[in-house]
């Protein structure tokens, strides 16, 4: 496996890759952590070569189904979208496909669109539908005007406020994520009382503007985040999956550590009114909460792209990167068909320390965690593909030192 910065004094750049000329055209997994190694399994386990890029270090580049790997810029800039011109230049990765598993790399692949699929298959939505989902505002507005549910929400304009007419808890979001948690250390934060949101704006958000976040209640749950995944092409879903967070960390609102697939009717209608309405084209996840207090589900977010336990869906019947790479090549559309419910996929590492936190805060019972561990699917683990399993081990010791 080739390794290393794609720079133009780079000796790869001028010779050929033996391992990358395989006449059939590949993909690029644009971010290598857990999602982008199974996006590289799965492709590479049908004959299809891949390539891993990353602005780090990451599990995918060990998978032996990655051919190479580069360091990349920033994906948010257009430092990125030049380093991926260069890569094309310097190996001829005509029609190779772009799966970005970022945010970030989703915006600014749309942003520069025209100039990246001039070299390579850009599955990637349009620049004005991905403002549509990432822009959370609008995201909320279009759904509402759909007639989809969305938890009370309060979007200010002119000023930070001090009272809001809003059921406690609340939850302050960022309107652009990932942007809105690199500057204030928050992907979003619980407010009890009107006391709490009159300090935050001189503590936690100093220094926020109006249009940086918006405001809504704390749903009342007795069920946990569910996530409907779709293919749509121009609005029309032509495959589905869903899973549920069993749990997460931080324990509301955080990133999963177990899953199950599941089946609800009502979100998967609402999700196919969600996509008409954006007249999507390609993969994305779409999570809900269902409102305890009238049973509606309620719209969260949408991520126009593939997501942490991609490899769940595959195993239960719904290969999301195959698919799409099916797609751009060959124009074949996947239908839709009944999928493994009931299947568990956990990150052996994260989810035992923090499933042990759960128990030790009361918020599970030993037996309930136990039975998720009597058969799973695990996040990083293959028989015939096992050293990602054991380098994540070490990226994660040198995450956990580095905080």
């Not at 100039?115 to 004005?128: A, F, G, I, N, P």
């Not at 619980?190 to 220094?207: A, I, K, N, Q, Y």
């Not at 599970?364 to 028989?383: G, I, M």
């Not at 990226?395 to 030192?401: E, H, Y």
């Amino acid at each position: 496996m080739s390794n290393g910065n794609l720079t133009t004094n780079n000796s790869l750049l001028t010779t050929g890759n033996s391992q990358l000329t395989t006449g059939k055209p590949g993909v690029i997994i644009i971010e290598g952590h857990v999602q982008g190694l199974a996006n590289t399994r799965l492709l590479g386990k049908r004959g299809i070569p891949v390539i891993v890029v990353d602005k780090d270090d990451c599990v995918a580049r060990y998978s032996r189904y990655c051919k190479a790997y580069y360091k990349c810029p920033d994906y948010l800039g257009d430092d990125f979208a030049d380093f991926l011109l260069r890569l094309h230049k310097a190996f001829n990765l005509q029609d190779w496909l772009l799966l970005p598993s970022n945010d970030h790399a989703v915006h600014t692949i749309a942003r520069t669109k025209d100039r990246l699929s001039k070299c390579y298959k850009v599955v990637t939505e349009d620049l004005d539908v991905i403002e549509k989902i990432y822009n959370k505002r609008k995201l909320l507005e279009i759904a509402d005007k759909a007639g989809i549910p969305i938890p009370a929400t309060v979007m200010p304009e002119h000023e930070n406020p001090t009272q809001v007419e809003l059921r406690y808890p609340i939850l302050i979001k960022g309107n652009q994520g990932l942007s809105f948690y690199k500057r204030f250390k928050h992907k979003a934060l619980m407010l009890s009382t009107p006391e709490e949101l009159e300090r935050v704006w001189g503590t936690s958000l100093s220094g926020a503007a109006p249009h940086e976040y918006f405001i809504q209640e704390v749903i009342p749950y007795d069920h946990k985040t569910v996530s409907v995944t779709v293919f749509a092409e121009k609005g029309n879903v032509h495959a589905y999956w869903m899973g549920v967070k069993l749990r997460e960390h931080p324990v509301t609102f955080g990133t999963a550590t177990c899953c199950q697939s599941v089946f609800e009717e009502d979100l998967l209608e609402q999700s196919i009114t969600l996509m008409q309405e954006l007249k999507y084209t390609g993969v994305c996840e779409i999570e809900w909460l269902r409102d305890s207090r009238d049973g509606l589900p309620k719209l969260i977010e949408i991520n126009a792209r593939t997501w942490l336990w991609v490899g769940l869906a595959a195993k239960c019947g719904v290969d999301y990167p195959n698919m799409i790479y099916n797609y751009v090549h060959s124009g074949r559309l996947p239908s839709a068909s009944k999928y493994a419910v009931g299947t568990i996929w956990l990150n052996l590492y994260t989810d035992t320390v923090y499933s042990i936190l759960r128990i030790i805060k009361r918020i599970d019972s030993p037996k309930t965690v136990l039975k998720s561990y009597r058969r799973f699917t695990e996040a990083t683990w293959d028989w015939k593909d096992p050293i990602p399993f054991f380098k994540y081990a070490l990226l994660m010791g040198r995450f956990v030192k580095s905080r």
